[in-house]
């Protein structure tokens, strides 16, 4: 089974401080991605990752950036964490597209970090 | 522009009745993918299901089932003989062509009561 894992189930930071969240999969994907979820909004991506080093905006990528160093890992950055981005983060990964019409495959979650921010 | 519609926002049944969750899409593309997410109290998201947008025949696994009609842009899923342990929010969600991005809707929050 793929294991995708958030390095915090709970997280509580402090307004302006740099907030470093750790994603970690274990099956080899290519593809990684992270979301936050919020209540009547569903999820929204904010970035997202097809390849090491390599890192695309989401639909709300502002007050983010991302880091992918090695294929495994994926860490989303808060530079300067604000009250609004109190949320539940949400990391997956998937693996590549294959050729033919079994492609786009699923994305595999973590647990999800819940961050309060003071 | 790619867009996904759940529009129910919650849905209470008693045990053992059966349930639709409703899911309208859409898409110009002609090659899409359809997806259905579990979201249990403990927040991960679990993998139901994925369609592709040229096999419309219907599915079924144990007691859930998946209802894909391109005519009206629907994908819903029943659970049938609902159980406690389906209470969840549940999302449906849309990939377009080769893109490895989905879009997920808002989610339909699900309690089955005992």
């Known amino acids: 089974d793929v294991k995708v894992t958030q390095s915090s189930r709970y997280l509580v930071k402090r307004t302006g401080e740099k907030v470093f969240l750790e994603c970690v999969q274990d099956m080899d994907h290519e593809n990684m991605f992270w979301y936050r979820q919020d209540p009547g909004l569903g999820l929204r991506l904010i970035y997202f990752?097809?390849?090491?080093?390599?890192?695309e905006k989401g639909d709300i990528p502002e007050g983010y950036s991302v880091s992918r160093e090695k294929k495994e890992r994926f860490s989303l950055i808060l530079e300067s964490a604000s009250t609004n981005q109190t949320s539940m983060y949400l990391c997956?990964?998937?693996?590549?597209?294959?050729?033919?019409?079994?492609?786009?495959?699923?994305?595999?979650f973590g647990d999800g970090t819940r961050l309060s921010i003071l | 522009a790619q867009k996904v519609t759940q529009a129910q926002t919650e849905i209470s049944v008693v045990e053992k009745e059966d349930v639709t969750l409703d899911c309208v899409y859409e898409?110009?593309?002609?090659?899409?993918?359809l997806f259905w997410y579990k979201q249990p109290p403990s927040g991960e998201l679990v993998f139901l299901i994925r369609?592709?947008?040229?096999?419309?025949q219907n599915e079924i696994s144990g007691r859930y089932s998946w209802n894909f009609q391109k005519s009206t842009s629907s994908f819903n899923f029943t659970i049938t003989a609902s159980q406690v342990v389906d209470s969840a929010v549940y999302f449906c969600a849309l990939s377009e062509g080769r893109d490895d991005k989905i879009i997920f809707g808002k989610g339909t929050r699900l309690h089955i009561l005992p």
């Open positions: 990752s097809y390849d090491v080093k390599m890192k």
């Open positions: 997956a990964s998937s693996s590549i597209p294959g050729t033919g019409l079994y492609s786009n495959q699923p994305q595999h």
């Open positions: 898409t110009r593309d002609t090659t899409y993918y």
């Open positions: 369609r592709n947008s040229f096999d419309e």
